[in-house]
């Protein structure tokens, strides 16, 4: 199920690259660097995603960051997220021939929308649990639904868990959430939270 035209992004946005380090890769790692690098800098990230980068011999992790305004300060800012992620940071329409290659693969996906696990984007705060297929539509920055082996229809519901742990991909220019069917007849994200963790054994 695809989403109606009123959740298009704004169309003036500012988009940052960056390579964090190794220990800064998980989400929780990742996030934290991120909101204490833009602190106090006038703007927030609201869509954040990683990336694969394939350039070199071994694939590395990108970061991709939509700020919600150009920060008051933004070589300041800029400093102290390179610093926050251990790594080098690149802003749209920037010089990006020396960076390194995670940032810049990371800049350009997310630019055109063509790849990127969202980690947070707008509305992923406020799910938790059961939530129809319309209603995360209506209420979040997804715009589409797509089943694998199964079509989702709106009234289809979503598991998202008790974290309501969502990782959705930039495809096609759109944020969209992979989901299969799992027990009791409700999808669930094809991406879950705890995957050693059997998902029958979920029953509330």
Known sequence: MTASPTMAPPTTVTWWGGAP?????????????????????????????THVDRSAAAPRIGVSLRLTAEPADPAATRSALARALAGPVVAEGADQAQVAGPA??????AGAGTAGRAVRFPGSTGVTGRISVADLIATTAIEQVVGIGVAAAGTDVVHTGPSGFLRPTLSGGQLTLLVERSAGGVLQPFEIEDPHECCGGAGH
Request: glycine share 8%; proline share 3%; charged share 25%.
């Open 104 to 109: 810049r693969t990371a800049l350009l996906e």
């Open 21 to 49: 380090g190794a220990d800064r890769v998980p989400d929780v790692h990742l996030l934290a660097a991120v909101d204490e690098a833009l602190a106090g800098s006038g703007a927030e990230a609201e869509l954040v995603c």
